[in-house]
């Protein structure tokens, strides 16, 4: 029996899914634009769907945008989940390990690895919103409650632009 992993990048506009085998080759992939509301169902439903969804399944990699502290509580505004416990909702409906992690971390993360680098990275990513992620001895650093590398919500003193998060000034 063939394993694989289903690999997902949410995005504030669209979503990305992949699959891939056990020495990481990709077998294949699509999208599909990002339903805020529904998301959620969004999600479980084109993963049960899926043919590689049941047996040889290994597990499904989630990247967010947003922080995810210890809990797996997820704080992503640009989806509208304000301490959401994703890992549960879909541990419950799907049943499969699942591992949630911030997007910009595992972009910071594929490229120190891709490129075999040795040294210290901050990586900056630009989309819906501004993340990134930092890489210390090799060791992504998340920081108090998951938001190090988090660019985004940086304070920077600009009173006038109002944030998703409900802030102004980021």
């Known amino acids: ?25 990709l077998l294949r992939d699509w999208q599909f634009k990002t339903d805020v509301p529904n998301l959620l169902d969004q999600l479980i439903t084109t993963i049960a769907r899926q043919p590689e969804y049941g047996e040889g399944l290994l597990g499904i990699g989630i990247g967010v945008p947003g922080t995810v502290n210890s809990d797996n509580r997820i704080n992503a505004v640009n989806i509208g989940w304000e301490d959401f416990d994703l890992y549960t909702a879909l ?42 992620g930092i890489i210390h001895e090799g060791e992504l650093i998340r920081g108090h409650g998951g938001s190090t590398g988090e660019f985004g919500h940086m304070y920077i003193g600009y009173d006038k632009a109002l944030c998703n998060c409900g802030r102004r000034g980021c």
Do not use: S, W
């Open 1 to 25: 029996m063939k394993k694989h992993i289903i690999a997902i990048d949410v995005g504030g506009t669209q979503v990305k899914i992949g699959v891939f085998d056990e020495a990481g080759q």
């Open 91 to 132: 541990r419950e409906k799907l049943n499969v390990p699942i591992a949630i992690v911030n997007d910009a971390n595992l972009a910071a993360l594929g490229e120190y690895h891709e490129m075999n680098l040795k040294e210290d990275m901050v990586f900056f990513t630009l989309g819906t919103g501004v993340g990134g």
